[in-house]
């Protein structure tokens, strides 16, 4: 078997050209997948599907190339900077980010109408924010148009540059606290970044590492690609039979009171979700499903008790206050991250600061007083243009720390647990802060403003912070230039945000973002909802929540108490990730997958011990590979025939 060389290997300009010129192609073919033939959601999970199999085929194709003509094949380095431009352009452009922005910032001018009233808000949303003239949104939103006239692209490019040099900032940001924390989590907590671990392994030696050789591999990568094709094939040929792996409600199925109270309980059997389940530490894949059968039954319970009467109380009524409950866990549980580092960070200071410290960051993306001013100066530019569009200043100084105390946790769970999903569909700062001051005090121009931030904390699905710290881990194992690698991803960034925002309104001014054409309508209901949820705030102003604000600290209690007994005692099987996942939508689609991966990997350790465990890998690898590699094929046959194709993930 073939080894790497043990240099550093450098960052050859090939490489970044080929991300350069896979960037567009992959920004374009995730907005047509995912919007135009709702066809995938290939980026509402934690590893990319269109990245891996572009990775994918690159790595065979090098693989080839290596054996006639050797000195042009990509080396593992040059392989993985691809793959991180395409993650890193790809989280930028994906389902919870700008997936979402167009709708949410014009919806508001383009639906306005007497019944719902919402001119009463044009007036506190800046003429920079959005495009207003309904002669330039009505291609926009009844397509048959082009984006491609002078009108058209003068009234667009104020808005795209306001909220391009925005999201720009705060991925800058979130590098520099990556930077910031990256010794601490890679190189003393040893995370082991499981995400990665596929790529990393596929690409070992330029693809030549045996990896593509292995039988069991390609046993498990068989099962999804055989099952997935029957499923696809049943799409255009009702009588080839159809394998039921998407979700599927067992809920509809309970009707007696109290165990009607579940509701939607959907069982899945996702190849991928199975073998990144695999991957996880026992006690959070078991955590995950336990804590979401336990909220089930807490919903069991309030109906037991009467609480969802129509006669209960309006507060009891929203028992057990699930969304509050994550936003207590994951403020506390990132709270508790940061505790853990406190001496590191003091370390980190103290050497941006030019006085004595430990540690050395000769080696790091950028100097330590470079990344923390870059990520002081980050959450001032924030919260300088948020105070502009005419925010109270306390308002972006609480929601920006709210949000990046939430990202700095997810970037946390991915590298040291890596789920196969992190939907935190719950947790919202501009909520949290209308709990705990209530609408009527924070007021209708800052109630505002906070709705046009609705489209990047929506879901966290596809958050680039993550995906930035496991790009440096990459750098590591690699051994390539960290600081280069820092360059390429805000070049990926750059080029992501631009590619995104061309794929957008050039789709939306053919199929028409309001129209039958438009597979994922919605996504426009995304953006009608952000102002629909602010005409009910408005309406009905509130104080303080004091229940609200009750089980928010209940939430962080208990997340509390789990990481003590986790800490202290290894018999204690709960992990407190594994509730905040729970509770936090995150396991919704895939606690059943978590319930089989977490029993295939206990029973593995359990019968045949760590060896074992090593041989079984590759098949759990192809079982995440095969279901990519099919579901991505089946997409670009779509792309090309110009028609829909059996939506493999998520319904």
């Known amino acids: 078997m073939e080894k790497e060389r043990t240099h550093t290997f450098g960052i050859r300009l090939r490489a970044i050209l080929i991300g350069l010129i896979l960037i567009p192609f992959n920004c374009y073919w995730v907005t047509i997948t995912e919007i135009k033939w709702c066809s995938n959601d290939s980026t509402c999970v934690s590893l990319f599907m269109t990245v891996v199999f572009i990775l994918f085929v690159l790595t065979l194709v090098n693989v080839a190339v290596a054996r006639r003509y050797p000195r042009l094949a990509l080396n593992q380095g040059e392989l993985m900077v691809v793959y991180v431009m395409l993650s890193v352009s790809t989280a930028m452009g994906g389902h919870d980010m700008m997936g979402n922005l167009l709708p949410n910032i014009t919806n508001v001018f383009w639906f306005d109408n007497p019944q719902n009233n919402w001119e009463k808000f044009h007036r506190y949303i800046p003429q920079w924010f959005a495009v207003r003239d309904k002669s330039i949104l009505k291609g926009f939103y009844e397509g048959n148009s082009t984006l491609y006239t002078k009108e ?9 540059t306001t909220w391009g040099t925005f999201m720009i900032v705060i991925a800058f940001t979130m590098l520099c606290i990556n930077v910031l924390i990256r010794k601490q989590w890679s190189d003393r907590d040893r995370l082991s970044f499981p995400i990665i671990q596929m790529p990393l392994e596929m690409t070992r030696v330029g693809g030549r590492s045996g990896f593509f050789s292995n039988r069991i591999l390609w046993l498990g990568f068989a099962i999804p690609v055989v099952l997935e094709t029957m499923n696809n094939l049943n799409f255009f040929y009702p009588s080839v039979p159809y394998v039921q792996i998407k979700v599927y409600d067992i809920g509809q199925f309970i009707a007696n009171r109290p165990w009607n109270g579940v509701g939607w309980m959907p069982i899945s059997f996702y190849p991928f979700a199975i073998g990144l389940t695999f991957f996880l530490p ?15 039954m807490l919903d069991v319970l309030a109906v037991a008790m009467g609480w969802r009467d129509a006669g209960a109380s309006p507060a009891m009524q929203r028992f057990p206050y699930f969304a509050e409950q994550a936003d207590g866990a994951w403020i506390m549980l990132a709270g508790l991250m940061i505790y853990a580092g406190r001496n590191y960070f003091r370390q980190v200071v103290r050497r941006a600061l030019g006085k004595e410290s430990e540690l050395d960051d000769s080696t790091e993306p950028m100097s330590y007083r470079t990344a923390l001013l870059g990520s002081l100066l980050g959450f001032a530019a924030l919260c300088t243009f948020t105070i502009c569009a005419g925010a109270s200043p306390f308002v972006p100084l609480i929601f920006f720390a709210l949000y990046f105390i939430v990202c700095i946790a997810i970037t946390r769970i991915r590298a040291e647990l890596g789920p196969p999903a992190h939907e935190l569909n719950f947790y919202r700062p501009e909520e949290i802060m209308n709990a705990v001051f209530g609408t009527q005090s924070l007021g209708i121009r800052n109630l505002t403003i906070m709705s046009y931030f609705y489209w990047f904390n929506r879901g966290y699905r596809n958050l680039v912070m993550p995906h930035q710290l496991e790009a440096f881990k990459i750098s590591e ?10 360059l390429v991803i805000m070049v990926a960034v750059f080029l992501g945000v631009v590619s995104t925002f061309w794929s957008l309104l050039h789709m939306y001014y053919i199929n028409g973002a309001a129209t039958a054409k438009i597979a994922a309508g919605y996504r426009t209901g995304i953006g009608s909802y952000a102002f629909d949820r602010l005409n009910g705030w408005v309406l009905n102003p509130k104080k303080p929540d004091t229940p609200a604000i009750m089980a928010i600290l209940s939430g962080g209690t208990f997340a509390l108490f789990l990481s003590v007994m986790k800490s202290r005692f290894l018999w204690w099987p709960f992990h407190p990730i594994g509730y905040g996942l729970a509770v936090s939508y995150a396991m919704d689609y895939f606690w ?7 029993m295939c990997k206990a029973l593995t350790l359990r019968y045949g011990g760590i060896k074992a465990y090593r041989t079984f890998l590759p098949f759990f690898m192809g079982l995440i590979l095969g279901d990519y590699v099919i579901a991505s094929t089946w997409t670009l046959i779509g792309w090309v025939l110009g028609v829909p194709v059996y939506r493999q993930f998520i319904f």
């Open 592 to 598: 059943f997958t978590a319930f089989i991966g977490w």
């Open 282 to 296: 026992a006690d959070l894949s078991f955590s995950c499903w336990f804590f979401y059968v336990f909220r089930k």
């Open 477 to 486: 194992v690699t051994r390539s230039s960290g600081r280069k690698f820092a």
């Open 152 to 160: 058209h692209i003068l009234a667009w490019l104020t808005p795209v």
